[in-house]
């Protein structure tokens, strides 16, 4: 690679000519309008990964600990296939001989709500 030749003076080489003084405004102004937006740009960066951080940490279960019950009745031949949690309820496949059924229990107290049993029409 070819290097300029530079004369000594403050690195400038020989067809560079000082800038007048509205070009330099507008420099300036531009480093200026650089910098403004690099600190938006950065604040929004901080904001998001502080809404990462926020959702990760919160904790959107309502049940405490001690609030979870120890034990479910579902019957005496029921087996459980599947549960999930939706809705603030605890739904909860059964199968008992030939049938299948969905449960709908209260997380808190144990407490079946509901029941959906499954017909073959």
Excluded: C, W
């Amino acid at each position: 690679m070819n290097q300029p030749e530079l004369n000594g003076q403050d690195g400038q080489g020989r067809d560079d000519q000082p800038l007048d003084p509205a070009t330099l405004k507008i420099q300036a102004k531009l480093k200026r309008l650089l910098a403004g937006s690099s600190l938006v740009m950065f604040a929004g960066f901080v904001a998001v990964f502080a809404a990462i951080f926020y959702k990760i940490n919160s904790s959107d279960s309502g049940l405490d600990a001690d609030a979870i019950p120890s034990t479910i009745v579902i019957g005496p031949n029921a087996v459980v296939e599947d549960m999930e949690l939706a809705g603030g309820r605890l739904i909860v496949l059964v199968r008992e001989g030939e049938s299948r059924a969905l449960l709908h229990i209260d997380p808190a107290s144990g407490r079946q709500i509901g029941r959906s049993d499954f017909v073959a029409r």
